[in-house]
């Protein structure tokens, strides 16, 4: 306890108030622009409407965050580092697993109402390892006072940390959370609303109620050719691994960054200032840096429907905001604490542990609940996201501020 309060004390020789201001100022700054969303999106400006916030997230997506992991990324990346890094993704990995117990044993106390018990599990499971901790990053990193050093290798080594960890995350979203969140055998979340089961047509159902278009088992040609083997082996398998799911812009931009960066041959074709193709990848660092104000402001915006019609009741919703926002982080810590004892985390590097510490902080992943629009639970989705981001912005501060002392 006496290190702790002498840790608490001093943060890199700053005063108690220092440190808070350091740790408070990028939620202050994130909360900020999120409620500039939020008035946008309000019924007295409307410039923001569901339909545009939409096309905002899609932006977002497919453009701007590809172009700030390409950039920062493949900057920041060598082959020495991909093997330092090792620990970044099995983080990500272990986060969703010690996540899922921690959910598995909240659900199991507080008995969500059906059928939502693995849909309470993947809400505490699974945390925001992108967009937020990279306007955390970039926040803290523009303080003139911050304890990490130079700003601008603060904000690269930051982003390429967070960057490394993504595609990890998204193979998570799309194979483990869509499962997860699979429709209980009533074919709908809404099980009252819900008379027979939707799989398969009765059999006396009426000629105008069969579908216009139904799938039928064509005879296929045969063809023992070696190429048509081939070609439907790689058609099962890009089917099976569901490949189109998982590769996401994203992963992609990550596995080229990766791949361009740890190659000097093209490293410095592309990443260094001299270079011919430079200006393609100063051209995606200017987009990706629009990708932090877009990504809040949608965000923001997103808040003005409320919390929305939830069947979870307030001792579900209550339990989940708990266990992510306060019971995750402090089992992340003792993770994260017991690799650098194990030598697993690169010696003196303390940005590489803040962020991932970040990775257990952070609020329950917005790219979940557009999983669960998918799936057809996106209002109790929507919900759990409001008040979730609504107390982050008290629990995220507070963690900040522990982080900081323990690290310096």
């Given at each position: 306890?006496?290190?702790?309060?002498?840790?608490?004390?001093?943060?890199?020789?700053?005063?108690?108030?220092?440190?808070i201001?350091?740790?408070?100022?990028?939620?202050?700054?994130?909360?900020?622009?999120?409620?500039?969303?939020?008035?946008?999106?309000?019924?007295?400006?409307?410039?923001?409407?569901?339909?545009?916030?939409?096309?905002?997230?899609?932006?977002?997506f497919l453009?701007?965050l590809?172009?700030?992991?390409?950039?920062?990324?493949?900057?920041?990346?060598?082959?020495?580092?991909?093997?330092?890094?090792?620990?970044?993704?099995?983080?990500?990995?272990?986060?969703?697993?010690?996540?899922?117990?921690?959910?598995?044993?909240?659900?199991?106390?507080?008995?969500?109402?059906?059928?939502?018990?693995?849909?309470?599990?993947i809400?505490?499971a699974?945390?925001?390892?992108?967009?937020?901790?990279?306007?955390?990053?970039?926040a803290?990193?523009?303080?003139?006072?911050?304890?990490?050093?130079?700003?601008?290798?603060?904000?690269?080594?930051?982003?390429?940390?967070?960057s490394?960890?993504?595609?990890?995350?998204?193979?998570?979203?799309?194979?483990?959370?869509?499962?997860?969140?699979?429709?209980?055998?009533?074919?709908?979340?809404?099980?009252?609303?819900?008379?027979?089961?939707?799989?398969?047509?009765?059999?006396?159902?009426?000629?105008?109620?069969?579908?216009?278009?139904?799938?039928?088992?064509?005879?296929?040609?045969?063809?023992n050719?070696?190429?048509?083997?081939?070609?439907?082996?790689?058609v099962?398998?890009?089917?099976?691994?569901?490949?189109?799911?998982?590769?996401?812009?994203?992963?992609?931009?990550?596995?080229?960054?990766?791949?361009?960066?740890?190659?000097?041959?093209?490293?410095?074709?592309?990443?260094?200032?001299?270079?011919?193709l430079f200006?393609?990848?100063?051209?995606?660092?200017?987009?990706?840096?629009?990708?932090?104000?877009?990504?809040l402001?949608?965000?923001?915006g997103?808040?003005?429907?409320?919390?929305?019609?939830?069947?979870?009741g307030?001792?579900?919703?209550?339990?989940?905001?708990?266990?992510?926002?306060?019971?995750?982080?402090?089992?992340?810590?003792?993770?994260?604490?017991?690799?650098?004892?194990?030598?697993?985390?690169?010696?003196?590097?303390?940005?590489?542990?803040?962020?991932?510490?970040l990775?257990?902080?952070?609020?329950?992943?917005?790219?979940?609940?557009?999983?669960?629009?998918?799936?057809?639970?996106?209002?109790?989705?929507?919900?759990?996201?409001?008040?979730?981001?609504?107390?982050?912005?008290?629990?995220?501060?507070?963690?900040?501020v522990?982080?900081?002392?323990?690290l310096?």
């Amino acid at each position: 306890m006496e290190r702790l309060v002498t840790a608490v004390a001093a943060v890199g020789g700053e005063s108690v108030w220092q440190s808070i201001k350091i740790a408070v100022i990028p939620i202050v700054k994130v909360f900020t622009i999120c409620f500039l969303g939020f008035l946008m999106a309000s019924k007295y400006v409307k410039v923001l409407p569901a339909s545009g916030r939409r096309l905002l997230n899609g932006l977002v997506f497919l453009l701007l965050l590809p172009c700030l992991i390409f950039s920062e990324l493949g900057e920041a990346i060598t082959w020495k580092k991909l093997l330092e890094w090792w620990f970044i993704p099995v983080n990500v990995v272990l986060a969703t697993i010690l996540g899922s117990l921690i959910g598995l044993i909240t659900a199991t106390i507080v008995r969500p109402p059906y059928p939502f018990f693995k849909f309470t599990i993947i809400q505490i499971a699974i945390g925001n390892i992108g967009n937020i901790p990279l306007v955390i990053i970039s926040a803290l990193c523009s303080e003139e006072s911050n304890p990490f050093g130079d700003s601008e290798q603060c904000s690269t080594d930051g982003t390429a940390y967070i960057s490394f960890g993504q595609w990890v995350g998204a193979i998570i979203l799309n194979t483990y959370v869509f499962r997860m969140l699979a429709p209980p055998p009533e074919g709908t979340f809404d099980v009252e609303e819900a008379s027979l089961p939707m799989k398969n047509n009765p059999k006396d159902i009426s000629p105008e109620q069969v579908p216009l278009l139904t799938q039928e088992t064509e005879p296929r040609e045969s063809n023992n050719s070696t190429s048509g083997k081939f070609k439907e082996f790689f058609v099962f398998l890009y089917d099976k691994l569901k490949l189109k799911q998982i590769l996401q812009p994203p992963i992609i931009a990550s596995i080229l960054a990766i791949v361009l960066g740890v190659v000097p041959v093209f490293k410095h074709l592309i990443f260094t200032t001299d270079a011919p193709l430079f200006f393609f990848a100063d051209s995606c660092s200017i987009l990706g840096d629009a990708m932090i104000p877009c990504t809040l402001l949608a965000l923001g915006g997103n808040l003005i429907d409320g919390p929305g019609i939830s069947k979870l009741g307030f001792r579900t919703t209550a339990a989940i905001v708990f266990a992510r926002l306060f019971v995750v982080p402090p089992v992340g810590l003792s993770i994260v604490n017991l690799a650098d004892k194990l030598g697993f985390l690169p010696a003196g590097d303390k940005m590489f542990k803040f962020v991932l510490l970040l990775q257990y902080t952070m609020p329950t992943s917005v790219l979940a609940g557009a999983v669960a629009s998918l799936r057809g639970c996106g209002r109790d989705a929507a919900a759990v996201l409001f008040w979730v981001h609504i107390f982050s912005v008290i629990s995220m501060a507070g963690w900040i501020v522990l982080y900081l002392s323990i690290l310096f």
